[in-house]
């Protein structure tokens, strides 16, 4: 990365058309001097939201008809899309209005189906006359307490409450409960009224599905107010020089610095590339270029916001494989690999098989847990299904989840770990190839090596061989030696030693944390098996018997896959983003180079 200080001079108008040529280019991280403020921006802001509300409401009423005697062509009209917007937000808000008036009238037509055809009028012509009635809803304990009075009559019941009529001539009396009120409108109003506005109704949504025609004309408007804000907030985010001249900063590719230069001295703008100081490190975005293969890794480091720092590894190919194949082990059935493989297709046809880096991962992982599952001779946690001759054939006896070897089972996790640990090395030692801190990193080998044999002696049994002293040895030399080269080399070898201890208990930590696949992946097996024996451990013997077993097995095989999925964003990602990650020297500090780039008019 380049840091580029860029210069523009010139009015509003002249700046904001040189900054979408700058956003189409798309090659600068701008970095903001300031946060961007101006009234334009609210303006525009609040636009964006009109624009889009609109066409969500017209994205309700997709069922575009033929055109009506009264259309209107707002593409025809000046500033046909506000016009456009303002109708259809309009619409919107009498189709509500009448929405809750419709509401309103069956709540009254309502009372009077309870109540009978006794409208507030009538009970005020009685009140003029000196008779006052009043109407309640009354509970059981309620109605206990009015102690059979003359003056209440029992009209009839509304689910669970019941309807009671106060007659008396004294207007003061009542009753400590709820009253309710009639509706003011007759009868014949209320139904008059309900057919308007179910008229009005269907009439506004009507227009509305007319308008859908025309959601392109806001489309078009949306698009042209986001890049209008794009480009506000970058041209705000800079810094006004005697209200003349404009200034930027950012950083740009090396390999787009060229491009940049031509386009700069086309449109007058100053520049001053140079390379970025040690102080500015952190403010250096990151740009990762990988294959299309690894950049399927791209959404679960974006959803952990992992973006290694400037001067960091590109760890993505290793978290790839890894991630790639502890999937494999964490969920480990064959039978739940074929049904994420099954869903992640149906899904994928649905968008018309959109190339989306999201579902080209999930055929990966898929795939992993399905060719896991058939090495372990797991589907669906039957044993049963895995003793079928084909199937018993494709399986490792070794790592297989019934009647394997847990030891082997558990040393293969551990020598996963060594491996992924070592790779993180020698990715550091390959970056210092050219300096004597690649010793210290192949020291650094030595003793995860040493250390996996530490831990198959502790926690397997198996006997280390005479070389595990030599490896921690060598590698305790190294690292001690070389490790921290400088100015003092004394000095710098008492650093290394005295950090080593607390680094070798955290290597042997990191080790064993590998145990986890084992751990989780064995859980779920036992899991599926549990629950297909709790539906058909003693036999289908009923329909019934047969309803439950089926409703047993579909929650319970979907809720360990819910824990499976689970299980592999924790432990899968943890031990790519800490274990390796750590020894691979990676903080993910980083931020993400995102230029300044708009789509081309």
Known sequence: MKKLLLFMAGPDGEVDANLSVLGQLGVLHVTPFQTPKDSSIERVDARIGQLRKAISILDKDDDQQSASADFVDYRTIDRGEIVLMDKVLELDKKCAQLEKRKAELNAALASYANWGQVSAGDIDELRQAGVFVKLYLLSEQELKNINKRDDIHIVGKINNLTQAVLVSTDSDNRLNCTEVSLPQAELHELRSDLAKAIDGHRECENQLTQLCAQKSLLQEALDERIRRLNVRNIQYSGVSIDKQLRCWKGFIPEDAVEKLIKEAEKNSWGYIIE?????ETDEVPTLLRTSRWVERIRPV??????????????VSL??????TFFTGILVGDAGYGLIFLVITFFVHRKTGFARKTEFQLMYTLSASILFWGILTGTYFGAESIANISFLNKLKVE?????GGDNVFVQKFMFLVGAIHLTIGHLQVAWRYSNSVKAMGQQGWVAIIWGLYLVVNQMLLGIAAPGIMSWLFIGGILLVGLFSNPGASFLKGMLSSLGNLPLSIINGFSDIISYIRLYAVGLSTVLMASSFNQMAIGDGITTLVSGIGAALILFLGHGLNMVLAAMAVLVHGVRLNMLEYAGHAGVEFSGNEYKPFKLTKQ
Request: charged share 20%; no cysteine.
């Open 275 to 279: 390379e970025p100081s040690a102080e």
């Open 301 to 314: 480091m974006n959803f952990m916001g992992l973006v290694p720092g400037y001067k960091e590894l590109d």
């Open 318 to 323: 290793v978290f790839m494989i890894f991630f």
């Open 398 to 402: 070794k790592l297989a989840s019934f």
